[in-house]
């Protein structure tokens, strides 16, 4: 009997667990190995009264709530994972993006707000500044607050040597992620690749050529969808 396909999944260890229980449903195995962290970063936080808030990761919400901030009374959130977590955490969603990336969370910002419009953008350090540079150039206040950051979890770094035999394919979910797996000592060789988001494959692309399989909507579930109908899983 042809056993289960085995997949790494690299995120952070406190959101691993939703994506292993997808690969099992799906007849694949998980191997869950967090080879990035979430570092919290101290930022000064304006009065948020009448601001819109563009959440673009469940870690920005969660990062809002731990903060003792008053809750925001109108949220842009950029996929429906963030505004479930928006939701969770009592916020209100006011937006989603009908793409779930920067871009068009950017535009629907653009067409929600009105010029002198104050949004406040929490967000990863290392995040793009397209929806800051967007909004600006078109007249909206966005108030940049890098609160947390995602590095490279070393203490990974045996563990992943060791179970790199044993893979069949890696999931990424950040072009942060891709960058990790190849600092930490990871491989290509005989591996695919699994991307949510283009940024993400595109950062593949700067180290290997393996074959990468990115689904057209940006979600863990059409991922491990398209990995299932790519390799015959089902």
């Known amino acids: 009997m042809k056993r289960p396909l085995r997949l790494l999944i690299t995120r952070a260890a406190h959101q691993q667990q939703p994506v292993a229980d997808l690969i099992k449903n799906a007849g694949m195995e998980p191997v869950l190995l967090p080879l990035i962290r979430i570092q919290m970063l101290p930022a000064d936080m304006p009065d948020p009264d009448g601001s819109w808030v563009a959440f673009t990761s469940v870690n920005s919400v969660a990062w809002w709530k731990n903060s003792g901030l008053p809750d925001p009374e109108k949220t842009a959130c950029v996929g429906e994972k963030t505004a479930r977590a928006c939701r969770k955490a009592g916020y209100p969603v006011t937006l989603v993006a009908d793409v779930y990336d920067a871009e068009h969370l950017a535009s629907a910002l653009e067409g929600a707000t009105g010029k002198g419009d104050v949004v406040l953008y929490p967000r990863s350090a290392k995040a793009r500044t397209y929806l800051i540079d967007y909004l600006t150039n ?91 109908l790519r390799k015959g899983v089902r």
């Open 138 to 228: 078109r007249g909206r206040t966005v108030i940049d607050l890098p609160v947390y950051d995602t590095v490279p979890d070393e203490a990974s770094r045996s563990s992943l040597q060791q179970l790199l035999p044993e893979l069949d394919g890696v999931l990424f979910f950040s072009p942060t992620a891709v960058r990790a797996f190849f600092e930490l000592g990871g491989r290509d060789t005989g591996l695919f690749f699994g991307c949510v988001g283009r940024k993400t494959e595109e950062e593949l692309r700067r180290f290997t050529g393996a074959e990468a399989l990115t689904p057209d909507t940006y979600t863990a579930e059409a991922l491990i969808e398209l990995i299932s």
